[in-house]
């Protein structure tokens, strides 16, 4: 079975500074999908970023960018520059083809101004 | 199209009350998934359909929880016998499957609260 573990509850940034949130995953499977989702508060969840294990470089939007490690199985999310907007519930997910998601616990990351 | 929604966004019920949710996903996502959302935990899948038809089902789906999706647009998901181990929040997301990777889109859940 496919698990995600994310080992940060909480996490918390200066804004304007650089944040990382770690992710780790474990899977048999050799082609398949990696997903940070973020969630503000009473808000719906969100697509950040994501990556397909079959790429080798590592994907990046605006001040998001991840560091993907398949060897290591692991999935981390880097946040640039955070701004107080920044502040919610992140989640890691593994999708396997076109199959459900499996969500890690999540981290809650906090922006102080 | 303004995303996936969701109703009622929330729902107090009292133990052994039948409850029943809607979900309407984006227009023409032929994918839709129900999760499950805890506090403090990530979404836990319960089922998806493609189209009108029921494909995967989770172990944690117990035989109170029913989920229909009968023309392939709206889904609903009821959980009959309510107990207060179901309060959590009800997630439903829709995606295009016209190729390996689609993107599914989240709807704002419903929270149950079962007294």
């Known amino acids: 079975a496919q698990t995600v573990t994310q080992s940060q509850p909480e996490m918390s940034v200066q804004e304007a500074e650089t944040v990382t949130l770690s992710c780790t995953y474990d899977?048999?499977?050799?082609?398949?999908?990696l997903f940070w989702y973020k969630q503000p508060p009473s808000r719906q969840m969100i697509l950040v970023i994501r990556q397909e294990a079959y790429k080798q470089q590592n994907a990046t939007e605006n001040r998001f960018s991840v560091n993907f490690q398949k060897a290591a199985k692991s999935f981390s999310l880097k946040i640039s520059d955070s701004q107080l907007g920044d502040a919610a519930m992140y989640f890691c997910?593994?999708?396997?083809?076109?199959?459900?998601?499996?969500f890690g616990a999540g981290t809650r990351l906090t922006v102080k101004p | 199209d303004t995303g996936v929604s969701q109703n009622p966004r929330h729902k107090i019920t009292k133990r052994g009350q039948n409850v029943t949710f809607r979900c309407d996903p984006i227009?023409?996502?032929?994918?839709l998934y129900w999760y499950r959302q805890t506090l403090g935990q990530g979404p836990e899948f319960l089922t998806y359909f493609q189209n009108e038809a029921q494909l995967e089902k989770s172990r944690l789906l117990s035989d109170r929880f029913s989920a229909e999706r009968p023309k392939g647009s709206f889904s609903t998901l009821e959980i009959q016998r309510t107990e207060q181990g179901d309060s959590a929040m009800y997630l439903c997301?829709?995606?295009?499957?016209?190729?390996?990777?689609?993107?599914?889109?989240f709807g704002p859940g419903t929270r149950l609260t079962v007294l």
């Open positions: 227009s023409e996502h032929n994918r």
């Open positions: 997301a829709s995606s295009l499957v016209i190729a390996v990777l689609n993107e599914q889109f």
């Open positions: 899977t048999s499977e050799s082609d398949y999908y």
């Open positions: 997910a593994y999708r396997r083809g076109n199959n459900d998601m499996r």
